[in-house]
């Protein structure tokens, strides 16, 4: 018999902790499975749904978590886990789809995402047959799992993907993306591709950059200087700042050093003000341990696309309908930079995602290859 997925409670908590070490011993090192405080207050958030499945005996078997964020109208879902006891009988199939199902029927959410490691196949076929798309992946996200990968996957409201603001164009190396983009999601209109813009032959010296690691003061900062409609990255805040030391510009992060992971989330004044000095705020950011770069960007945002290509960022995903603009939505691109050699050994992916996975490569040997033949 199928289990029923209830609210988790405060009082689960105890058991909780007890099922993530029995699915991943030590290895589990997230506050959702290992920090009661952290645990207890999501359970009680209202940002949050936690739902946990019982045995007949009543014990937990089951647990998975879902966050919304109302402002930008998003969901994630995080924190799968399934007692191993009690694996193949469609207990993580019933917990992906209860979960989506409950997150987008109570209208505060346009899309939920989900994403799933890429050691087996298994993750990503449970989201795709509880209605997910394939979107892409992520290369070699994390340092602290030996550059593993993950795939991005999102699951939309039923009158959602057919109100999209066209795209009219986009540079030529995202044509790839967009072709796997209108396969899982069809476009309004198929854009117009226009030659990518020349890397600059010397980039404008840089003033120096200082790395202001404060995440209160940076969050209070971001939010007076950085316009909304040019700030979004949902479920990431800011917490360290990058700034110019002739004030010419500051650029927001989040930073996980223990990962070499960084999301670039805004720019004041504006992104194009970074452009002269990318790739010299790229090496500080290796410097500071960041050997995974990442970014947002609208589809349609022609001249932030170019400058991030010109510099070494490939699209890796595509959300198409993430943002609410009006009545219509707008897709966005996530611009993925590497500074270590990709390493794809033991990647298990589900066929839905190749065509992504395949352009990424395709565009790095162009650009980092071809790179390194000029030089010998």
Same mark, same amino acid.
């Given at each position: ?15 909780? /902790?007890? #099922? ?26 209202? =940002? ?11 014990? &937990? ?7 919304? *964020?109302?402002?930008?109208? #998003?969901?994630?879902?995080? !924190? /799968? ?24 029927? *109570? ?18 076929? +449970? ?12 290369? $070699? ?9 993950? %795939? ?22 995202? !044509?790839?993306? %967009?072709?796997?983009? $209108?396969? %899982? ?23 120096? %950059?200082? =790395? +202001? ?56 004044? $504006? ?31 022609? *001249?932030?696309?170019?400058?991030? #290509?010109?510099? !070494?960022? &490939? ?10 603009? !009006? ?6 691109? @996530? ?21 992504? @996975?395949?352009?990424?490569?395709? /565009? ?5 290859? $071809? ?6």
């Amino acid at each position: 018999m199928t289990p029923v997925f209830d609210r988790a409670r405060v009082e689960d908590i105890d058991e909780l /902790l007890r #099922l993530y070490r029995r699915v991943y011993g030590a290895a589990y090192a997230l506050p959702l499975g290992t920090e009661p405080a952290v645990m207890a207050r999501e359970i009680g958030s209202e =940002l949050t749904t936690w739902l946990v499945a019982r045995d007949e005996r009543g014990e &937990l078997i089951a647990s998975i978590v879902g966050n919304v *964020d109302p402002v930008d109208r #998003l969901g994630k879902m995080q !924190g /799968l886990v399934v007692d191993p006891a009690c694996r193949g009988g469609g207990i993580a199939q019933h917990a992906v789809s209860s979960m989506s199902d409950e997150m987008l029927a *109570d209208g505060r959410i346009d899309s939920v995402y989900a994403t799933a490691r890429t050691t087996s196949t298994a993750p990503q076929r +449970i989201c795709l047959r509880a209605g997910f798309r394939a979107l892409g992946f992520f290369p $070699n996200l994390r340092k602290a799992a030996k550059h593993e990968t993950m %795939v991005l996957l999102a699951r939309h409201r039923d009158d959602v993907i057919e109100r999209r603001h066209p795209v009219e164009r986009v540079p030529a190396s995202l !044509g790839p993306m %967009v072709e796997a983009l $209108n396969t %899982v999601a069809r476009m309004p209109v198929l854009p117009e591709l226009v030659p990518d813009k020349e890397v600059p032959a010397q980039q404008v010296p840089s003033p120096g %950059v200082e =790395l +202001i690691n404060a995440p209160e003061f940076v969050q209070r900062r971001f939010g007076e200087v950085v316009e909304p409609d040019r700030a979004f990255y949902p479920f990431h805040k800011p917490n360290m700042l990058l700034a110019a030391a002739d004030g010419s510009y500051e650029v927001y992060t989040h930073l996980s050093i223990s990962d070499g992971y960084c999301t670039l989330i805004g720019a004041a004044p $504006n992104p194009m003000a970074v452009d002269p000095h990318m790739d010299q705020l790229i090496g500080q950011l290796g410097n500071f341990g960041a050997f995974y770069v990442e970014t947002l960007a609208p589809l349609d945002a022609f *001249d932030e696309l170019s400058s991030l #290509l010109a510099h !070494g960022f &490939l699209p890796a995903a595509a959300y198409p309908a993430m943002r609410r603009d !009006g009545e219509k939505f707008r897709d966005y691109v @996530v611009m993925a930079r590497t500074m270590q050699p990709l390493d794809f050994r033991g990647l298990a992916i589900d066929a839905a995602f190749r065509p992504f @996975v395949e352009q990424y490569i395709d /565009l790095w040997k162009q650009k980092y290859l $071809n790179t390194i033949g000029v030089y010998r």
